[in-house]
């Protein structure tokens, strides 16, 4: 199994540029979320999901869209990239009978 | 909405005994989650309460008053490799929904 799989790793964008993070989790699980991190403020729920076709806001949810079209498959779309998107993105799954959250390795993004 | 307040930073020496508290208030409380996050990692989860009282994981243990609002990780005989980053984290809503704190970052001295 390879658990949860993010891409890019790295990523630059500049100003205005859109792009998609990818997501995929191997697990068969029902639960996914994405989560920013910035030095201080811990992680912040972005938006989740508790299955195909359903997704909901969390805190930080704006200039973010998400759709969960597969279990497997959770993307992230950033519409119009600003120097405050710069930040480490996780993306995380669960099984629904819980057990915690299984973090991908995240994606650093810095927006120019 | 939902808040929550752990101390930022705790340092413990080597073979100690470590608690980290973590108060929280939010509407819809389901549980309490505990995670660690070493530097430039992912964080990987390490307890679930639901219920009052305390659960045992190893060297590690997480306790949840519910009435209070409030609950604790414990880690016994501290080893350097538990430097590290600890959240707590609340379930609302239902199990699928996880709202982190900022954060406690562990220093082990020797």
């Known amino acids: 199994n390879a658990g949860v799989t993010q891409t890019p790793k790295f990523q630059v964008l500049k100003t205005g540029q859109s792009m998609t993070l990818q997501c995929a989790q191997d697990?068969?699980?029902?639960?996914m979320s994405w989560y920013r991190q910035d030095p201080g403020m811990g992680l912040r729920l972005i938006h989740y999901?508790?299955?195909?076709?359903?997704?909901d806001q969390g805190e930080v949810p704006n200039g973010y869209n998400v759709s969960r079209s597969t279990t497997e498959d959770f993307p992230l779309r950033l519409l119009s990239a600003a120097p405050s998107q710069t930040s480490v993105y996780f993306c995380?799954?669960?099984?629904?009978?819980?057990?915690?959250?299984?973090f991908g390795s995240g994606t650093r993004l810095t927006v120019v | 909405g939902q808040s929550l307040e752990q101390p930022s930073e705790v340092t413990a020496v080597e073979g100690a005994i470590v608690q980290i508290n973590c108060t929280y208030q939010?509407?819809?409380?389901?549980?309490l989650s505990w995670y660690q996050q070493h530097d430039g990692g992912a964080p990987t989860f390490l307890s679930y309460?639901?219920?009052?009282g305390l659960e045992e994981t190893g060297r590690f243990s997480s306790f949840l008053s519910r009435s209070d609002s409030y609950g604790y990780l414990l880690l016994q005989e501290l080893q350097m490799k538990d430097s590290a980053s600890y959240f707590c984290?609340?379930?609302?809503?239902?199990?699928?929904?996880?709202?982190f704190g900022i954060g406690t970052k562990l220093q082990v001295i020797p």
């Open positions: 995380a799954s669960s099984p629904r009978q819980g057990g915690g959250y299984t």
């Open positions: 697990m068969n699980h029902e639960y």
């Open positions: 999901s508790v299955g195909a076709g359903i997704t």
């Open positions: 939010t509407s819809g409380f389901y549980g």
């Open positions: 309460n639901a219920l009052d």
């Open positions: 984290a609340v379930n609302s809503g239902g199990y699928q929904k996880v709202t």
